[in-house]
């Protein structure tokens, strides 16, 4: 535990917060180091990460919400995915959604405020041929709803012919995460390869698409390589960096792994808020499980974004509760690029304050 009453690591940390606030970065190293703070030390790495936050983010919140549009019997072997048809687990198996319920699923991320829904489905990934057509439609489908954006999580893509598709269906974003540093993949999934993933996001941004794609923590990594992976998505100058932390699934070669500790979760975020200053970064997965009655502080250690509802196979926060927790920090909703705005239950900052939350579908 740190001296209390030592300010070194603050008056280490002052001269590279100023320096990334007048648009300068950190180095690979310094980004370690924040890793390593303890006791006070934390509360300060924080503060800093948090005029980061409100200088580049401003005061509001984005919200997104996903939905998992086809479950279960995935070729791929990643460790922590419950949906991998490699592990003997207990989730609900289904094809792709039809159009109806693709627009309820709309509607209802629009009622608990969230700007963007993603279609999410448990695949390799996307190939010409009839089941690109039923993606492509949905796509569209989601597209035409009025008031949130039509995101997609839909695996690998090695066909270049396919990011324009996705763009001209519609497609706002594409999220493809990293997952870890290149040197920990392997130890995570075996069925392809690290840059597999890189090639996949370059080619959404040759195409024009905003890219989403960060990480899970929690998963047997070193902190060398979260920070290595902090890197690795700046290098690729992502739009929007989901940090997921690790719910261990039964059934998954994971399911003994240890939620990391609330704290040390905190100072990841804060750590990537400093490498990535500029960019939208949303804690998702995991949040409840590893953050728990912290989950607050997830905002002041850097975060400007969240995922509301629920997850692929696991159930979220409340939606109320999550409304609570932004407007108890002062903070608000805003669609990616616009203005602040607000869920269709709530009018007017004051009265929101005030008023109690209706309790909305978690998904």
């Known amino acids: 535990m740190s001296n209390p009453h030592n300010l070194s690591f603050r008056n280490w940390l002052d001269p590279i917060t100023e320096r990334v606030l007048d648009g300068g970065s950190v180095t690979p190293e310094e980004a370690r180091a924040m890793l390593e703070a303890q006791g006070p030390d934390t509360f300060d790495l924080f ?53 109806e319920e693709v627009l309820q699923h709309a509607r209802d991320s629009i009622a ?66 990293l997952e870890t540093s290149r040197r920990y993949f392997p130890e995570v999934c075996g069925t392809h390869d690290y840059e597999a993933r890189i090639q996949t996001l370059q080619m959404l941004k040759t195409a024009g698409l905003r890219t989403c794609s960060g990480g899970i923590f929690g998963m047997g990594e070193e902190r060398d390589d979260r920070v290595a992976l902090a890197f690795e998505l700046k290098a690729l100058d992502v739009d929007v960096v989901p940090l997921n932390f690790l719910n261990p699934m039964e059934g998954t070669p994971m399911a003994d792994c240890q939620p990391l500790a609330p704290m040390e979760c905190l ?44 997850y692929l196979t696991s159930t979220g926060r409340s939606t109320s ?41 978690s998904a």
């Open 47 to 99: 503060a800093a990460a948090n005029r980061i936050r409100a200088a580049f983010q401003g005061a509001d919140v984005h919200l997104c919400s996903i939905v998992n549009a086809k479950s279960g019997s995935c070729s791929e072997d990643c460790g922590f995915c419950s949906q991998s048809a490699h592990f003997d687990t207990s989730i609900p198996e289904y094809g792709f959604l039809e159009k």
């Open 112 to 177: 608990r405020g969230s700007q963007a829904l993603g279609i999410v489905a448990a695949w390799r990934g996307l190939k010409q041929g009839k089941q690109l057509d039923v993606v492509l439609e949905r796509i569209r489908d989601l597209a035409a709803v009025e008031g949130i954006h039509a995101d997609a999580s839909l695996g690998l893509i090695e066909d270049p012919a396919i990011p324009p598709l996705l763009k001209d269906a519609g497609l706002v974003t594409y999220n493809h995460n």
């Open 267 to 310: 100072k990841t975020i804060a750590a990537f808020r400093f490498v990535l200053p500029t960019k939208e970064l949303m804690v998702a997965g995991g949040r409840e499980v590893n953050l728990r009655d912290l989950q607050p502080l997830m905002f002041v250690a850097g975060a400007s974004a969240t995922m509301a509802g629920n």
């Open 321 to 361: 509760d999550d409304w609570q927790m932004i407007h108890d920090l002062d903070l608000d909703y805003r669609p990616e690029g616009g203005p602040p705005s607000q869920p269709q239950e709530e009018s007017g900052r004051e009265t929101r304050r005030s008023a109690h939350f209706p309790v909305l579908p």
